[in-house]
Structures are given as C-alpha cells and as structure tokens.
C-alpha cells in the first residue's frame, strides 16, 4: 500500500459525458501527478500540482482539467468523453525537497467509456 | 514514451538472471528510475540511479547506465516468479519533476 487512495476503482460511463475521478496523497506530500495509461500510448503524464498550484502539464487534452484543493487531494475531470478516453489514470504522489523525487503511485481508476 | 524505449516481452526461467534494457534520448536527464507494475496494481518505485553513476546494487537487483550510449539496464538475479510483472523505466529530465517512462517490459518467469 503507497498511502494514495484513488476513487472511484472502477468507471464506466458513455460517450459525451463527464466524469471526476479522485486523488488523496500520502501524508505529508504536497506534489500531485496525473497520468494516463493506455495500451497504445502507454503510461503518459498530464499534469502535476503542487501545494494546490499547477507545476507542469503533459499530454493532457483540453477537455481534460484538474485541480489540487487545500487539503491537498486533487480531482481530474474529464469531458465530453471519447471512447479512446478509456483507460487506466493514475495519481501519484511525491514529498517536497527530495533529491530523487520518487513518486508514490496509488492503485488507479479503470475508466471505461462505451 | 516516445523519448524512452523498452522491448515488450521478456520469458526466464526460474533461477535464472533476467536483464531489462531501455534507451532513452535526452542527455540531460538526471535521474533514471526503474518501476514495477504487477496485474491490477499501481506502479511501485523499484531501485533508481542518478546520472553521475555508472552502476547501482541493490539485493537481487543491478542497474547499469551507460550515459554515452544513453542505455540503461535492469539485472534481476535469481529471477523468481514473484517477479513476474511489467518493468518501466523512466527518465527524469534536468527541469522539473515530471517522468517520462517507457512503454513497459513484460517479464514472464517460467518455473
């Protein structure tokens, strides 16, 4: 167990909708990450936060948005759902002032559009 | 990752060494790391190694970077079937935190 908690496990939605998937970090760690992983396009990066300000963006599409709250869980949305949206999004989280900046992954949230 | 490459599939033997390559193209990545990612889990840091190192140990697991030839390796030894899983590697370019993995080895550990 990391200590990062995704919600929901699993998602299964349609076409057009909009979805929010959720992240708490470990305790104490102030860097949030999205990822996405796909089976074509493999584990990529959206974005990160840090102490509730966005740090870096990836990949991340412009129907997609996220955001890290005071109490430093962060939320991903997704909109107007494609079925190439389906996939694997991981949060993962990492402690301020580390040298090596290992990221904490937690167990992701299976989304599925049909 | 399109910066990062993996080959897809790895089978070994019980006992037997396993060795995971990866290239990668940005000569100023500063940390390499190695992650695991078993069926239905999340990734888990493995070991990692800074780029001013050629070599890493750590228990059963060997890393070796050769910064010239922008490759880098994983060395599993007395590869056992716990071990089976998906293998990422990932580089962490001189600004900022963000990650670049590749796209993942599958490694499948035969008894």
């Known amino acids: 167990d990391s200590g990062v908690t995704q919600t929901p496990k699993h998602l299964i939605t349609a076409t057009g909708q909009r979805v929010t998937l959720r992240c708490s970090p470990r305790s104490g760690d102030l860097s949030v990450y999205w990822y996405q992983q796909s089976l074509d396009q493999g584990l990529q990066f959206l974005i990160q936060y840090y102490n509730g300000e966005e740090r870096a963006k990836g990949n991340i599409l412009e129907r997609f948005s996220a955001q890290q709250f005071p109490d430093l869980h962060s939320e991903l949305n997704l909109s107007s759902l494609e079925l190439g949206d389906s996939a694997l999004y991981f949060c993962?989280?990492?402690?301020?002032?580390?040298?090596?900046?290992?990221?904490?992954f937690g167990p992701g949230t299976r989304l599925t559009v049909l | 990752g399109e910066d990062v490459e993996q080959s897809l599939f790895l089978s070994v033997r019980e006992g037997d060494s396993s060795v995971i390559n990866c290239t990668y193209t940005?000569?100023?990545?500063?940390?390499l790391y190695w992650y695991k990612q078993e069926p239905g889990a999340g990734l888990q840091l493995l070991t990692y190694?800074?780029?001013?190192?050629d070599m890493k140990q750590d228990q059963r697991l060997t890393v070796l970077l050769n910064k010239k030839d922008k490759h880098l390796s994983l060395r599993i030894a007395d590869t056992q079937t716990g071990d089976s899983a998906i293998y990422f590697c990932?580089?962490?370019?001189?600004?900022?935190?963000?990650?670049?993995f590749g796209g993942g080895t599958r490694v499948l550990v035969k008894p």
């Open positions: 993962a989280s990492s402690a301020p002032g580390t040298g090596i900046n290992e990221q904490f």
């Open positions: 190694i800074f780029s001013n190192m």
């Open positions: 990932a580089e962490r370019k001189a600004a900022g935190n963000k990650l670049t």
């Open positions: 940005d000569s100023s990545s500063t940390y």
